[in-house]
Each structure stands twice: as structure tokens, then as C-alpha cells.
């Protein structure tokens, strides 16, 4: 990851100054099974999406047993080149969700050859959702020409919102 949203050492190779606002400053998405993803996404873009696609993305991350998703969104970019080392200043959004598919519950919606539920026993199907918005500033100089980089990002983490779910 030879970037600076990942690696604040990589802050010396941005221009003198750096802009960016939503929807243009990126966005990520990521999922535990990026590869039926990306077929997805190529087939999308090339023109051939079918309605089995999405079946197929589903029943691959339902056989997994825990869907995670976490997307990330920048809301602001800025960052400054000076003699005395590289500055950043970053907002961002995240988003993230789990879903853990095993148990007796799953079981039955997703699996037609499943016997039905025992009557009066909990069944579990628990999700979770979390968002919250990073508010980060990063720091870094060369200390070394084009050998040693240091850099150093602090983050503070603000209006977290959490979901957590259980069917019984």
C-alpha cells in the first residue's frame, strides 16, 4: 500500500498542495470475497450482467458463513508540501457490516433441504452495523533524501452509531 491514505510516509510524494471533495476525493469498498466482486463488477461494466450474478454473489458469501462489508467515502482531502515536511488533513465516512450466517436460523432460509425449526428454542441471526466519521491529520518528512521517510497520521473518531441485532 504505497499510498498516503494508508502509509502517511508516502505524504512527500504528493504535489505542493492537494484538494480533494466527495465525490471526487474516492471512495473503497471491500468485502470478504473481493474476487466474486470483481467478476461481478467486469461483467457489470462490460455489458453482460445477468440476474445470476447476484445469486451467485450472495450463495459465495452466504457459504462463508460471516458477510463483511466495509466501505470508506472521503469527504475531504487537503495537503501541503513545505520545507518543514508534509502536512495532510483528511475527513472521511465508515461504513461497516457483518452478518454471521451460521445457526439453525440461516440454516432454514438459505438451505431449502433444511428440516424445519424447533418451536420455543432462541434462533440466532445476529448483525451488526457500525459508522462513524474519521477526522485525521497526518505529518511526515524526508529524513534521508529519497532513502528514509517518517510520517506519523492522528485520528479522532467522531459519531459513532452502532447496530447490533439478534432474531429469536
Known amino acids: 500500500f504505497n ?3 494508508f502509509n502517511p510516509a508516502f505524504l512527500p510524494a504528493q504535489h505542493q498542495f492537494t484538494f480533494s471533495i466527495f465525490p471526487l476525493a474516492g471512495m473503497s469498498v471491500g468485502y470478504n470475497d473481493q474476487s466474486v466482486i470483481n467478476k ?7 455489458g453482460n450482467k445477468t440476474p445470476l450474478d447476484t445469486n451467485v454473489l450472495f450463495n459465495s458469501l452466504a457459504k462463508r458463513d460471516l458477510i463483511y462489508q466495509r466501505f470508506e467515502s472521503s469527504l475531504l482531502n487537503f495537503g501541503y508540501n513545505s520545507m518543514y515536511g508534509s502536512f ?4 472521511k ?16 432460509l438459505l438451505n431449502p433441504a ?10 440466532l441471526f445476529p448483525a451488526d452495523v457500525f459508522h462513524y466519521r474519521e477526522y485525521s491529520i497526518g505529518f511526515a518528512k524526508e529524513i534521508i533524501k529519497n532513502k528514509l521517510y517518517i510520517g506519523v497520521r492522528t485520528k479522532l473518531y467522531f459519531g459513532k452509531a452502532s447496530l447490533v441485532s439478534e432474531i429469536q
Not at 40 to 46: A, G, I, P, W
Not at 93 to 101: F, G, K, Q, S, T
Not at 114 to 122: D, F, G, K, S
Open 3 to 5: 499510498s498516503s491514505d
Open 40 to 46: 461481478m463488477l467486469k461483467s457489470f461494466l462490460l
Open 88 to 91: 495532510s488533513f483528511r475527513i
Open 93 to 108: 465516512d465508515v461504513e461497516l457490516l457483518m452478518l454471521n450466517l451460521k445457526g439453525n436460523f440461516s440454516n432454514f
Open 114 to 123: 433444511y428440516n424445519t425449526l424447533i418451536i420455543n428454542q432462541p434462533q
